[in-house]
């Protein structure tokens, strides 16, 4: 950590998380109809990713995320780099919701460290980051060299693992919590991440996640969402991810 960050850190820390924070999509279906509309052929990857899916309790969250991102097979880092410049240009900040952007540049103006901690991957989660002024963008790291593999490695950014990568960066958490900190999620995933911190804000949460919002104190936000109930939520989804 720099020692900007750390004086920035020293006046206040805010940690957001990206999809259904921020953004009320899922950026990494965003992503995916970004690429195969372009590259229409990539659509071969549904035949694949199909296949996994009656194994998706076996392979996890990581393991299936791997395969979602057959999608990419063979695209360089040249390729995937401009990609996500195009993508980032289309979605951020013009799909974000306004009530966020706010909250975020209220933490910038005050001097506070803020923090972009996402599931989502790396490789367009730090240009999300720029774009948008964090001080720091994490993401799920997807390694590989040259062209990417079919099933590229990588560690998912989630739950505890957050805390973790976190820690290592900016210091772990004193007992337990960082001082003079803010998160921002809408998802119970992020509990680990939230209970590290002073104040929380959930966006959009399960009712699950509100009855614990609601016993602890912690701020709700409910930003009108670019659809209407599960079934626009499935279209929209089913059209995402076959870059339809």
């Known amino acids: 950590m720099t020692e900007e960050m750390r004086e920035k850190m020293e006046r206040g820390l805010a940690l957001f998380d990206l999809d259904g924070t921020l953004i009320a999509w899922d950026t990494q ?3 995916c109809d970004h690429v195969v509309r372009r590259e229409g052929w990539r659509r071969a990857y549904l035949g694949f990713f199909a296949a996994f899916v009656p194994a998706a309790k076996i392979l996890g969250d990581e393991g299936m995320k791997r395969v979602f991102l057959s999608y990419l097979w063979r ?3 040249a390729k995937i780099e401009g990609w996500a410049r195009d993508f980032v240009a289309e979605f951020f900040p013009a799909r974000c ?4 952007l706010e909250k975020l540049q209220r933490h910038r ?5 803020t923090v972009l901690a996402s599931a989502s991957p790396e490789f367009y989660a730090k240009e999300v ?3 948008l002024g964090f001080d720091l963008a994490l993401g799920t790291p997807v390694e590989w060299l040259g062209a990417m593999p079919l099933l590229p490695e990588l560690r998912n950014h989630k739950g505890a693992e957050k805390v973790r990568r976190l820690s290592e960066i900016i210091g772990a958490p004193p007992e337990g919590v960082w001082p003079r900190s803010h998160g921002y999620s809408d998802s119970s995933a992020d509990l680990p991440m939230l209970e590290c911190c002073e104040e929380n804000t ?3 949460p399960s009712p699950k996640l509100t009855a614990i919002g609601e016993a602890r104190g912690w701020e709700i936000q409910r930003p009108a969402k670019p659809w209407s109930g599960k079934a626009g939520h499935a279209r929209e989804v089913l059209r ?5």
């Open 29 to 31: 279906m965003l992503f």
């Open 240 to 244: 995402r991810v076959t870059g339809l």
């Open 97 to 100: 919701y306004e009530v966020m």
């Open 202 to 204: 959930l966006v959009n």
């Open 75 to 77: 695209a360089d880092h």
């Open 109 to 113: 103006d005050a001097g506070h460290l």
């Open 129 to 131: 980051g720029r774009v």
